[in-house]
T-cell receptor, first 111, second 113 residues
Framework: GQNIDQPTEMTATEGAIVQINCTYQ??????LFWYQQHAGEAPTFLSY????GLEEKGRFSSFLSRSKGYSYLLLKELQMKDSASYLC????????????FGTGTKLQVIP | DTGVSQDPRHKITKRGQNVTFRCDPI?????LYWYRQTLGQGPEFLTY????????KSRLLSDRFSAERPKGSFSTLEIQRTEQGDSAMYLC???????????FGDGTRLSIL
């Protein structure tokens, strides 16, 4: 099975940088996703890491260390619209590669 | 690409009634997933289809729940004899392959009176 931990809530200032951490313990690992979810809306895909290192995509970057069971999502130049929940999700290595989601980190961006 | 479509967006029903939700995945996606999400939680996996075959079911899916994908395109999720604890957002997602991200629909919010 999978056990995924991420902070419940974070607050950051508009224009700043914020790092959202995710740690996981898994019986098998084949990749980690980050999703953004605004209140009352569907999760939307942000990033996918399967190898160690940093993946950069515009203002968002995601890092993975498989040996440490650790990932983070880095958001730069924060905007008010970035206020949302950020979900860390781990993909299994067996069978059909089930994806297990964490409980999400609710980020509030303040002026 | 019109995205994943779910119907209805909201469903309010009395306890004990049966409800059915529909999901239309992105057209070229052969993998379809159902999740349930409650407030403050991440999506919880319910079941998975590859084409028309239902390959995995969560222990969360009691025998009151059934899902189908008869022609490998749209899918339905039925809940029989609904209970208060069934109140949640039911999300459908689809993907085009094992290493591809899942794309989510806007969900069906179920409220049991």
């Amino acid at each position: 099975g999978q056990n995924i931990d991420q902070p419940t809530e974070m607050t950051a200032t508009e224009g700043a940088i914020v790092q959202i951490n995710c740690t996981y313990q898994t019986s098998g690992f084949n990749g980690l996703f980050w999703y953004q979810q605004h209140a009352g809306e569907a999760p939307t895909f942000l990033s996918y890491n399967v190898l160690d290192g940093l993946e950069e995509k515009g203002r968002f970057s995601s890092f993975l260390s498989r040996s440490k069971g650790y990932s983070y999502l880095l958001l730069k130049e924060l905007q008010m619209k970035d206020s949302a929940s950020y979900l860390c999700a781990v993909k299994d290595s067996g069978g059909y590669q089930k994806v297990t989601f964490g409980t999400g980190t609710k980020l509030q961006v303040i002026p | 690409d019109t995205g994943v479509s779910q119907d209805p967006r909201h469903k309010i029903t009395k306890r004990g009634q049966n409800v059915t939700f529909r999901c239309d995945p992105i057209s070229e996606h052969n993998r379809l997933y159902w999740y349930r999400q409650t407030l403050g939680q991440g999506p919880e996996f319910l079941t998975y289809f590859q084409n028309e075959a239902q390959l995995e079911k969560s222990r969360l899916l009691s025998d009151r729940f059934s899902a189908e994908r008869p022609k490998g395109s749209f899918s339905t999720l039925e809940i029989q004899r609904t209970e208060q604890g069934d109140s949640a957002m039911y999300l459908c997602a689809s993907s085009s392959g094992l290493n591809q991200p899942q794309h989510f629909g806007d969900g069906t919010r179920l409220s049991i009176l």
